[in-house]
C-alpha cells in the first residue's frame, strides 16, 4: 500500500501568470520538502496544471499538504486528492505511467473536492479516497481523516498570508520571538494573529500527524 497525491492549481486559467505560478508552487513544494522530508517521491509537476507525489504513510502525506497551503501565497492555492492504495507504472515510449488503485483513487478524491467546493463546502482543498482492496479498518480511518480535512480546510482557508507563514513556523516549532523577528513585527502581534486565526488547533493537529507517522 502507498500514499499517492495528486494537485491541481485552483483557477489556473485565471492566472495572469500561469509560468509564475508554477515556479512559486514548485519553490513552495522544494520548502516544504525541506523541512520535511517524508516524501517517498516530492510532488513533481506533470502535465497541465498537475502535481504528482508518492508517501509512505497517510498521515505524512497530510502533514505536507498542510504545509504546502501554509507555504502558497495570497491568490495561489491547490486542490489535492488523496488515494490510498497499491500503485505501479506502466512502461511507454514517454516514460513510465503510473497508475493501479492509489492513483484513481486519488483522482477520485480531487473531482470530489471540485464538486464539494462548488456547492456545501467552498473552502475544501484536500480529500482522501480508499481503493476498493483495502479493508474495513482503513476505510474508517480515512472517513474520519477526512472529518479532519473538512475542519482544517476551512479554518487555514480564512488565513491571511502572513498568519499563514506563522502557521507554518509554528509548525516546525518556531517560538513565537523568532517569528516576530522574522517577520518585522511585536510577538503581541504575532500572538493576536495565531489566537484569532485558530492556529493552535492547525499545529496541534500537524504534531499530531506527525507523531502518528512515526509511530
Not at 136 to 140: F, G, K, S, T, V
Not at 184 to 192: E, H, L, M, N, R
Given at each position: 500500500m502507498a500514499i499517492s497525491v495528486l494537485a491541481d492549481i485552483v483557477g489556473s486559467r485565471r492566472l495572469d501568470d500561469r509560468s509564475s505560478a508554477q515556479?512559486?508552487?514548485?519553490?513552495?513544494?522544494?520548502?516544504?520538502?525541506?523541512?520535511?522530508?517524508?516524501?517517498?517521491?516530492?510532488?513533481?509537476?506533470?502535465?497541465?496544471?498537475?502535481?504528482?507525489?508518492?508517501?509512505?504513510?497517510?498521515?505524512?502525506?497530510?502533514?505536507?499538504?498542510?504545509?504546502?497551503?501554509?507555504?502558497?501565497?495570497d491568490g495561489l492555492e491547490c486542490r489535492?486528492?488523496?488515494?490510498?492504495g497499491d500503485i505501479r507504472t506502466v512502461p511507454s515510449a514517454a516514460g513510465a505511467i503510473p497508475e493501479g488503485p492509489g492513483w484513481w483513487a486519488a483522482r477520485e478524491a480531487i473531482e470530489v473536492v471540485h464538486a464539494r467546493q462548488q456547492r456545501a463546502v467552498p473552502a475544501l482543498r484536500t480529500w482522501v479516497v480508499g481503493g476498493e482492496e483495502e479493508d474495513?479498518?482503513?476505510?474508517?480511518q480515512i472517513s474520519l481523516a477526512n472529518a479532519y480535512l473538512l475542519s482544517r480546510d476551512q479554518v487555514v482557508g480564512a488565513m491571511a498570508e502572513r498568519t499563514r507563514r506563522l502557521v507554518y513556523g509554528r509548525c516546525l516549532g518556531r517560538t513565537q520571538k523568532q517569528l516576530a523577528e522574522g517577520e518585522?513585527?511585536?510577538?503581541?502581534?504575532?500572538?493576536?494573529a495565531l489566537t484569532s486565526s485558530g492556529a493552535a488547533g492547525v499545529v496541534e493537529g500537524y504534531r499530531l500527524l506527525i507523531r502518528a507517522g512515526a509511530a
Open positions: 515556479r512559486t508552487i514548485e519553490a513552495a513544494i522544494d520548502r516544504v520538502h525541506g523541512d520535511l522530508p517524508v516524501a517517498v517521491q516530492p510532488l513533481a509537476p506533470t502535465v497541465g496544471d498537475e502535481f504528482q507525489g508518492v508517501f509512505a504513510e497517510l498521515e505524512h502525506a497530510l502533514a505536507s499538504v498542510l504545509l504546502l497551503r501554509l507555504a502558497l501565497p489535492f486528492g488523496v488515494g490510498v474495513a479498518l482503513m476505510h474508517r518585522g513585527i511585536t510577538q503581541s502581534a504575532v500572538s493576536q
